[in-house]
């Protein structure tokens, strides 16, 4: 198998792990409200982590472009890849190993009308006090597994990218 082609796929499974992990949930809050009670909610990884989506994009569109550039370009769209997965993993990165997630962070997003859940409308009050947030482990790690195959295949592609030749070309030494 080429390398190209090889790393092609990877940056294609990184991209759907990505996408993947970008739709589970990412937080689950638990917050008071005096009117409303005790709620506990989720926030998917789309919505704490709005990067994700963009990442899934790029390395799927780097693909792409593995399998039909010449040298010269594969190499460029593979450092970009590189970047926009190093990038990405970063912030995932900070999710499981910076502590607690910010508090005021998820009450704006929970009590915003933009959050993607099956429920239409704010989850939250913008009064609501956040009293727990547990981060749930495997879709972070889903995620940062993609980041890692996605740096990989860039990396691969743009240091490992040779020039396609045809059979003919190869089997009559034609350049």
């Not at 569109?61 to 550039?69: C, D, E, F, M, Y």
């Not at 997965?85 to 910076?98: P, S």
């Not at 009450?107 to 239409?120: D, G, P």
């Given at each position: 198998m080429k390398k190209s082609v090889l790393a092609s796929l990877?940056?294609?499974?990184?991209?759907?792990?990505?996408?993947?992990?970008?739709?589970?949930?990412?937080?689950?809050?638990?917050?008071?409200?005096?009117?409303?009670?005790?709620?506990t909610v989720t926030i998917?990884?789309?919505?704490?982590?709005?990067?994700?989506?963009?990442?899934?994009?790029m390395l799927a569109?780097?693909?792409?472009?593995?399998?039909?550039?010449r040298r010269a370009g594969r190499r460029i769209v593979g450092g970009l890849a590189a970047v926009i997965?190093?990038?990405?993993?970063?912030?995932?990165?900070?999710?499981?190993?910076?502590g607690t997630p910010d508090a005021q962070r998820a009450?704006?997003?929970?009590?915003?009308?933009?959050?993607?859940?099956?429920?239409?409308g704010a989850q939250l009050t913008a009064w609501a006090q956040i009293t727990a947030i547990d981060v749930n482990t495997p879709p972070v790690i889903l995620a940062l597994v993609g980041a890692?195959?996605?740096l990989v295949g860039g990396?691969?592609?743009?240091?490992?990218?040779?020039?396609?030749?045809s059979e003919l070309q190869s089997r009559f030494s034609i350049s």
């Open positions: 990877m940056l294609a499974g990184g991209a759907v792990a990505l996408w993947v992990s970008s739709r589970l949930a990412w937080l689950t809050v638990t917050a008071d409200d005096d009117k409303a009670g005790t709620k998917h990884g789309a919505s704490w982590s709005t990067e994700l989506i963009a990442a899934a994009i569109a780097a693909a792409i472009a593995g399998l039909i550039l997965a190093a990038a990405g993993g970063w912030f995932i990165l900070q999710v499981l190993v910076g009450l704006a997003i929970l009590s915003t009308n933009n959050t993607t859940s099956a429920t239409k890692a195959i996605g990396v691969i592609l743009a240091v490992r990218s040779e020039e396609h030749t």
